[in-house]
């Protein structure tokens, strides 16, 4: 998966959890409030079924004992005390749920319609012991003076108390909408944070996006060059090859062919000259063994220009040290300093070394017009570093071409995993540094 699949999931991931926990939220919100309006519209619905209930036992109430008064015998004096005896029980069940609906604000209010209620009930006793005479004497009076006054406060404190109720059901609406609105503030906030932090995770998606499009865009063109890169070192490449084919080629033609062809026609002569006066055939005998050895010559330095048997027979610092003072015989003057051991070098890192030098020697002698070469390696530990300078005109390292010749030895370089910096100026010559890693085994 790449990274832009990676970076579009999570943003897309981000918002559906910020969708999803924002809903969650809500939907709680929501449920909480949805059941604290059921349960105030149930309660204020009980406490007006109450209140409607003990208005109907009062009026009951009213009817037994207008009953009980109305009946000429006393017969049934137990039964109508019964009556209202029970409903009083119902009424004290009711006044205990009323005071559990209504809370503590209201509890005064309920005492007192409490304190009538019983008063009204306890009033009514001693009319079931009362005589048929004392019925018709006393009971117009009685129903006028005690029940009648008693039962109307009774109703009064009923309605006051549904007045309490209603007061209760607006203050617990008034709390409801406080919440609704704050539910609604919520739901806003949320919103804005949803809608806020969807803007953001956009924002930065599409930033990473962009960024990941530059990025793929300069990784494209960077590809793009290398390839190029790659076309235009393996024209050179060839091009190189096919110099150092006709340069050795033309030294093996000019130099080793005609001095082999000189030989051969000396030879042809020493057979003839074997019997020609004293010193003639010496003479031609000490020719011939000249042009043999300048013939060795010719080929030995081939030999040591593609590679020197030196550097396996001998080691890098030999190989150096000829290659310094053959250097310093031809074109420019080198000062060489080898410090540390490197006997026991890889043969990778001792050809490396020798290809690094012999190509930095052969660019002075070309370009930098140099009048003193200075070669230093060191061996520290498990890092053997490099450094060759020059005198000459420099270049503008950042605006200059690389040529095939630097490229290789920066692949040599790499190979190996160490690092090869250039650093020069016009006018104050140049400076080629390079660090190698030493492996552990060998340091």
């Known amino acids: 998966m790449s990274r832009t699949q990676i970076v579009v999931l999570l943003?897309?991931?981000?918002?559906?959890?910020?969708?999803?926990?924002?809903?969650?939220?809500?939907?709680?919100?929501a449920g909480v409030v949805f059941?604290?309006?059921?349960?105030?519209?149930?309660?204020?619905?009980?406490?007006?079924?109450?209140?409607?209930?003990?208005?109907?036992?009062?009026h009951l109430s009213g009817i037994w004992v207008r009953d009980f008064l109305l009946d000429p015998t006393h017969i049934g004096a137990d039964y109508y005390r019964q009556q209202l005896r029970r409903l009083r029980a119902d009424q004290e069940a009711r006044l205990k749920d009323l005071a559990r609906l209504?809370?503590?604000?209201?509890?005064?209010?309920?005492?007192?319609?409490?304190?009538?209620?019983?008063?009204?009930?306890?009033?009514?006793?001693?009319?079931?012991?009362?005589?048929?005479q004392q019925k018709v004497a006393f009971s117009h009076s009685f129903l006028r003076n005690q029940i009648l006054p008693r039962r109307q406060a009774i109703l009064e404190m009923a309605d006051h108390t549904d007045d309490l109720n209603q007061a209760h059901w607006r203050r617990q609406r008034e709390a409801l909408d406080q919440s609704q609105?704050?539910?609604?503030?919520?739901?806003?906030?949320?919103?804005?944070?949803?809608?806020?932090?969807?803007?953001?995770?956009?924002?930065?998606?599409?930033?990473?996006?962009?960024?990941?499009?530059?990025?793929?865009?300069?990784?494209?063109?960077?590809?793009?060059?290398?390839?190029?890169?790659?076309?235009?070192?393996?024209?050179?490449?060839?091009?190189?090859?096919?110099?150092?084919?006709?340069?050795?080629?033309?030294?093996?033609?000019?130099?080793?062919?005609?001095?082999?062809?000189?030989?051969?026609v000396d030879l042809s002569r020493l057979g003839r000259l074997r019997s020609s006066p004293d010193g003639v055939f010496d003479k031609r005998l000490e020719e011939v063994r000249r042009l043999t050895e300048e013939t060795m010559k010719v080929v030995r330095d081939l030999a040591m220009g593609l590679r020197p048997s030196m550097l396996d027979d001998l080691g890098l610092g030999p190989a150096?040290?000829?290659?310094?003072?053959?250097?310093?015989?031809?074109?420019?003057?080198?000062?060489?300093?080898?410090?540390?051991?490197?006997?026991?070098?890889?043969?990778?890192?001792s050809t490396c070394v020798y290809r690094v030098v012999q190509e930095a020697l052969t660019n002075c002698a070309r370009h930098s017009r140099a009048s003193q070469?200075?070669?230093?390696?060191?061996?520290?530990?498990?890092?053997?570093?490099?450094?060759?300078?020059?005198?000459?005109?420099?270049?503008?390292?950042?605006?200059?071409?690389?040529?095939?010749?630097?490229?290789?030895?920066?692949?040599?370089?790499?190979?190996?995993?160490?690092?090869?910096?250039?650093?020069?100026?016009?006018?104050?010559?140049?400076a080629l540094s390079v660090e190698i890693p030493v492996p552990e085994s060998v340091a």
């Not at 059941?35 to 009062?58: F, G, K, Y």
């Not at 604000?105 to 009538?116: G, I, K, M, P, V």
Request: overall charge neutral; aromatic content about 4%; cysteine-free.
């Open 320 to 349: 150096l040290e000829w290659l310094a003072r053959d250097f310093s015989r031809r074109a420019v003057p080198v000062t060489l300093a080898v410090e540390g051991p490197f006997d026991g070098l890889p043969e990778s890192h």
């Open 181 to 264: 609105t704050q539910f609604r503030k919520s739901i806003l906030v949320t919103l804005g944070v949803v809608l806020t932090l969807g803007v953001l995770v956009a924002a930065v998606s599409v930033i990473q996006l962009a960024r990941l499009e530059r990025r793929g865009d300069r990784h494209r063109r960077r590809i793009e060059q290398t390839e190029q890169e790659l076309r235009r070192l393996s024209q050179q490449l060839v091009k190189a090859q096919e110099e150092e084919r006709k340069r050795i080629s033309r030294e093996l033609h000019d130099e080793v062919g005609q001095k082999l062809t000189a030989l051969r």
């Open 102 to 132: 209504l809370g503590a604000a209201e509890a005064s209010d309920l005492r007192e319609l409490s304190t009538e209620l019983a008063g009204y009930w306890e009033s009514m006793e001693p009319l079931f012991d009362w005589t048929p």
């Open 35 to 58: 059941m604290r309006m059921s349960e105030l519209h149930e309660s204020n619905q009980r406490v007006e079924r109450i209140l409607a209930d003990l208005r109907s036992d009062i």
């Open 373 to 430: 070469i200075r070669v230093a390696i060191h061996r520290h530990g498990t890092r053997a570093s490099l450094v060759i300078q020059d005198d000459g005109v420099g270049f503008d390292p950042s605006g200059a071409d690389t040529g095939l010749g630097l490229i290789g030895l920066q692949e040599r370089v790499r190979e190996l995993g160490g690092s090869m910096t250039i650093a020069s100026q016009p006018g104050k010559g140049t």
């Open 11 to 29: 943003a897309l991931g981000s918002m559906i959890a910020l969708i999803v926990i924002s809903g969650l939220a809500a939907h709680r919100r």
